[in-house]
T-cell receptor, first 113, second 114 residues
Framework: TQLLEQSPQFLSIQEGENLTVYCNSS?????LQWYRQEPGEGPVLLVT?????EVKKLKRLTFQFGDARKDSSLHITAAQPGDTGLYLC?????????????FGKGTHLIIQP | DTGVSQDPRHKITKRGQNVTFRCDPI?????LYWYRQTLGQGPEFLTY????????KSRLLSDRFSAERPKGSFSTLEIQRTEQGDSAMYLC????????????FGPGTRLLVL
C-alpha cells in the first residue's frame, strides 16, 4: 500500500511570510501532483512533476520532486491571504495496481492579513 | 466551460435509500475516476474507467456501490441502501491516457445520509 505523509497538517502564518509544505513516502511514484481545495469544492490542479529532481515554479509557488521520486515539497514565498486553502499532494503509482491517485491528508493553510 | 461537471452538488437522503450521482468528464478524456473524501482526509480512490470499461475497483467499493460508464462519456455512481457512514464528498476526475495522466477534478457531490 502506498502512503503519502504531508506535513504540517495545519499552518497559520502572517501575510508576507514564507512557508514550506512537505509530502513524503517510502514508495516511488511515476508522477506527483499538487492540488489546492477550497471548502465544498473539488481539488484544483496546481502542478504535475514527473522527473526526479524536477523544480517547477508557479508565480510565488515553487514545487520540487525528490531525486528518488518519493517525496516533494511546496514552497510559498511572501504568502498572501488568497493562498489560504487545503493543499493536497497526490502520487501516481509507479506500476501495477490501481491507477487511482494516492493522496496525502492535506495541509490546511491559513494566511492572516 | 469544458471542465468536469457533477450533478447534483448536494444530496440529503435517509438511511436505506438509494442515490445516484452523475459525472460528465472533459470531453476529450478517455479515463474517468471516482473518489470519496471524508472530513479531514484526502480523497480516496474508488474506481476508474477507460472508455466504457471499468478497469479497477478499490476495496472501499462495497457491493452496495456500482458505477457505470455505458457509452464511454458520462458516468454514474449508485449507492444502494445508504448508510450514515456513506456521508462524504464524492469526487469525479478525468484524464487522458498517456505518459502523464494528470487528473482534473469536478466540484464534487456532497452526500449526507440521515
Amino acid at each position: 500500500t502506498q502512503l503519502l505523509e504531508q506535513s504540517p497538517q495545519f499552518l497559520s502564518i502572517q501575510e508576507g511570510e514564507n512557508l514550506t509544505v512537505y509530502c513524503n513516502s517510502s514508495s516511488v511514484f511515476s508522477s506527483l501532483q499538487w492540488y489546492r481545495q477550497e471548502p465544498g469544492e473539488g481539488p484544483v490542479l496546481l502542478v504535475t512533476v514527473v522527473t526526479g529532481g524536477e523544480v517547477k515554479k508557479l508565480k510565488r509557488l515553487t514545487f520540487q520532486f525528490g531525486d528518488a521520486r518519493k517525496d516533494s515539497s511546496l514552497h510559498i514565498t511572501a504568502a498572501q491571504p488568497g493562498d489560504t486553502g487545503l493543499y493536497l499532494c497526490a502520487g501516481e503509482g509507479s506500476g501495477g495496481g490501481a491507477d487511482g491517485l494516492t493522496f496525502g491528508k492535506g495541509t490546511h493553510l491559513i494566511i492572516q492579513p | 466551460d469544458t471542465g468536469v461537471s457533477q450533478d447534483p452538488r448536494h444530496k440529503i437522503t435517509k438511511r436505506g435509500q438509494n442515490v445516484t450521482f452523475r459525472c460528465d468528464p472533459i470531453s476529450e478524456h478517455n479515463r474517468l475516476y471516482w473518489y470519496r473524501q471524508t472530513l479531514g482526509q484526502g480523497p480516496e480512490f474508488l474506481t476508474y474507467f477507460q472508455n466504457e470499461a471499468q478497469l479497477e475497483k478499490s476495496r472501499l467499493l462495497s457491493d452496495r456501490f456500482s458505477a457505470e460508464r455505458p457509452k464511454g462519456s458520462f458516468s454514474t455512481l449508485e449507492i444502494q441502501r445508504t448508510e450514515q457512514g456513506d456521508s462524504a464528498m464524492y469526487l469525479c476526475a478525468s484524464s487522458f491516457t498517456g505518459a502523464t495522466r494528470t487528473q482534473y477534478f469536478g466540484p464534487g457531490t456532497r452526500l449526507l445520509v440521515l
